[in-house]
T-cell receptor, first 112, second 111 residues
């Protein structure tokens, strides 16, 4: 069945470091891909999305490109801030049913 | 424009008590979902409603019931709470590109 695999955390970086969080997926159709962020004590927020191959989603300095050939949607940011400390979830939608499939989440800690 | 709202924010129940978690969205979305989030377990889908008047079971429906009262509101009921239902509960509504908009959550403790 459809699935999402993202890198395990926690990931600990210093401020201004480059961030990559890997996400790969398995899907039979043409899914939409998402990254969500969850700050402590809050609900998930949509960070960015891509609905077809080669689309690049971007928001708040974060980017991810929908790569069909490698079935990947890696999240990147050039210079992280302490305020980026959160849990990041990769997700698969529009898989032919009504469910969205979420990855397990990757916790990011950014040190000043 | 409030997005997705949930009440209450916190609740403590004794085993066997019942309660209803309320969720409302003002984005005119057709689909709405209920999830629970437990440490180390990620998000698990309890029930969903693809449109007004329809509801379906997700991965972990046992011990819960839902009502899609109208297009805006989707409630989750615990008829007889158990300690295993201690969790954070999130409601979400689904946009036109299948993106989900989450509420702030209800933190439930069952003693």
């Amino acid at each position: 069945g459809d699935s999402v695999t993202q890198m395990e955390g926690p990931v600990t970086l210093s401020e201004e470091a480059f961030l990559t969080i890997n996400c790969t997926y398995t899907a039979t159709g043409y899914p939409s891909l998402f990254w969500y962020v969850q700050y402590p004590g809050e609900g998930l927020q949509l960070l960015l999305k891509a609905t077809k191959a080669d689309d690049k989603g971007s928001n708040k300095g974060f980017e991810a490109t929908y790569r069909k050939e490698t079935t990947s949607f890696h999240l990147e940011k050039g210079s992280v801030q302490v305020s980026d400390s959160a849990v990041y979830f990769c997700a698969l939608g529009n898989t032919g049913g009504f469910k969205t499939i979420f990855g397990a989440g990757t916790r990011l800690f950014v040190k000043a | 424009n409030a997005g997705v709202t949930q009440t209450p924010k916190f609740q403590v129940l004794k085993t066997g008590q019942s309660m209803t978690l309320q969720c409302a969205q003002d984005m005119n979305h057709n689909s709405m979902y209920w999830y629970r989030q437990d440490p180390g377990m990620g998000l698990r889908l309890i029930y969903y409603s693809a449109s007004e008047g329809t509801t379906d079971k997700g991965e972990v429906p046992n011990g819960y019931n839902v009502s899609r009262l109208n297009k805006r509101e989707f409630s989750l009921r615990l008829e007889s709470a158990a300690p295993s239902q201690t969790s954070v509960y999130f409601c979400a509504s689904v946009g036109t590109s299948y993106e989900q908009y989450f509420g702030p959550g209800t933190r439930l403790t069952v003693t």
